[in-house]
C-alpha cells in the first residue's frame, strides 16, 4: 500500500524546476525521552551494536555519544537536484550539540573534555562539492545491512567530495534543546500532549506496537493542548507509514524523499514501545540547526521529525516485573531505551528490589561501545581544533 501511495504522489507532484538553478532538499530525525511531567531527560543516546557502516567518519576515539543529552539528532542528510554540473559548499551549525558521525569527509570543528564531555559548539563543513547530474558513480559498501544505504534511493544527483562519492551528504549528533512539544500520561491513562512552540505542529501521530499489535491516533493542527484517548490496538505499522509519508510529502519532501526516509527508519520508529511522532516548525529547524548553502539556491527544503518515546503505564508495569524478576529479555526488547526508562522507574520507586540478573544487564548496557570501526575500512577522520580553519 505504501509503494502504491508513493508511485501516486510521484504521479501528482510537480518536477523540480530543471532551470531553476540548484534545488536542496533535507530530512532528519530529532529523538528524546520524555520524563513523567512530559518534559524531555538526558540519556544515553548510543548502544552498541553501531547501525553505520564502517566507512562513516566518527568524531573520535572515544565514544562521544556515551554522554547524556536530551536530543539525538539522527541521519540527517541532504539531496541536490539541478540540471547542470555544478560545485557546491554546505556548511551546518549546531549551537548547542557535537556533530558526531559524518560522510562524505568534511572539515569538522569540535571542542571536547575530558571523558565523554563535549563543549556544545558543533558545526561542520562541506567546502566543495561536486554535483553531477546524470552520473553513474558507484557508491561505497561495506556489505552490511546498515540502514544508512536506504536514504539513496531517490532522483538526486550523484555528488562527489573528493575521490569519495555519495547521494547525500550524512552526518548525526547529538544536542541539549527544547523541543517544542512534551507528552506524559494522566492517571486515567490518556496521554496529554501540549505544544509550546509559536508555530503549531502541523501534524502529529500518537503510536504503540504491543506484542506486535498495533494502533495509533493522528493529532492534526496541535496548537496547544491535546488529550489522546488509550488506543486500540487494532491498525498496523503499514497504516501509520502512509499517513506519515503523507506528511512528509506535504511538508516539501519529493515521494522517492519520504519512502526513503521511512525505510530508513522503519524497523526502528515501528518497534515495540509507546511514541509520538511529530512535524518539527520550519523555524526551530532553522534556528537550532542552521545550514548555509552555496551557491544561492532556487530553494531548499528541510522537513524534520520529533520522536518521544514515552514510557506508557502498561509499559512500565512490564519493565517494573522484568527489573525483579531479572527478565532480561523483557528488558533488551527496548533497546537504547531500556535505560533510561529504568533509571526513571528505579528513581520512582524506593522499595523496588532489582534482581541482579537485571542490574548486570543494565550496567552491561551502559558500557561504550567500541569505536571507531575498523581503520581499514574508515580512515582517521580530520578533526581540527578549536579555532583553527
Known amino acids: 500500500m505504501l509503494l502504491r ?23 532528519g530525525t530529532f529523538t528524546t525521552v520524555a520524563a513523567a511531567d512530559g518534559s524531555s531527560v538526558q540519556w544515553v543516546s548510543l548502544s552498541p551494536p553501531a547501525d553505520l ?46 556533530i558526531t558521525e559524518w560522510y562524505p569527509q568534511a572539515v569538522q570543528k569540535a571542542s571536547l573534555g575530558q571523558g565523554y564531555t563535549y563543549q556544545r559548539d558543533g558545526n561542520i563543513d562541506w567546502p566543495a562539492v561536486q554535483v553531477s547530474p546524470g552520473a553513474t558513480d558507484s557508491f561505497p559498501n561495506a556489505g552490511d545491512r546498515s540502514h544508512y544505504y536506504a536514504a539513496r534511493e531517490t532522483d538526486s544527483a550523484p555528488l562527489a567530495v573528493g575521490d569519495q562519492a555519495e547521494k547525500v551528504l550524512f552526518y548525526r549528533g547529538i544536542a541539549d534543546f527544547d523541543i517544542p512539544i512534551s507528552a506524559k500520561f494522566l492517571p486515567d491513562g490518556k496521554l496529554q500532549v501540549h505544544a509550546s512552540s509559536p508555530e503549531n505542529i502541523g501534524f502529529a501521530i500518537f503510536f504503540e506496537n504491543r506484542g506486535g499489535k498495533s494502533g495509533y491516533r493522528l493529532i492534526p493542527d496541535l496548537r496547544d493542548k491535546a488529550l489522546v484517548d488509550a488506543l486500540e490496538l487494532s491498525g ?15 511538508a516539501g519532501l519529493y515521494p522517492k524523499e519520504a519512502a526513503a526516509m521511512i525505510e530508513t527508519w522503519r524497523d526502528s520508529w515501528f518497534e515495540e514501545g509507546s511514541r509520538l511522532f511529530y512535524l518539527v516548525p520550519r523555524k526551530l529547524v532553522d534556528k537550532v540547526l542552521p545550514i548555509r548553502i552555496s551557491p544561492a539556491q532556487s530553494t531548499i527544503e528541510r522537513v524534520f521529525v520529533g520522536r518521544v518515546e514515552l514510557l506508557s503505564p502498561w509499559m512500565e508495569q512490564t519493565l517494573e516485573t522484568a527489573l525483579t524478576s531479572g527478565d532480561t529479555k523483557t528488558l533488551a526488547r527496548y533497546g537504547r531505551f531500556a535505560q533510561p526508562f529504568c533509571d526513571r522507574i528505579i528513581a520512582g520507586s524506593g522499595k523496588l528490589r532489582v534482581s541482579r540478573a537485571a542490574s548486570d544487564f543494565l550496567a552491561k548496557a551502559a558500557q561504550p561501545p567500541n569505536q571507531p570501526a575498523d581503520a581499514r575500512c574508515n580512515p582517521t577522520p580530520s578533526v581540527l581544533p578549536t579555532g583553527q580553519q
Open 5 to 27: 501511495s508513493a508511485i501516486v504522489c510521484a504521479l501528482l507532484a510537480p518536477l523540480f524546476a530543471a532551470d531553476s538553478g540548484l534545488t536542496v532538499h533535507e530530512w
Open 236 to 250: 498496523d505499522a503499514g497504516e501509520v507509514q502512509v499517513e506519515l509519508a503523507a506528511a512528509l510529502t506535504g
Open 53 to 98: 557502516p564502517c566507512f562513516v567518519y566518527h568524531l573520535s576515539a572515544i565514544c562521544v555519544k556515551c554522554g547524556p543529552a536530551r536530543v539525538r539528532m539522527e541521519t540527517p542528510v541532504v539531496y541536490f537536484y539541478t540540471s547542470k554540473p555544478l560545485t557546491a559548499s554546505v556548511h551546518v551549525d549546531l549551537p548547542q550539540g557535537l
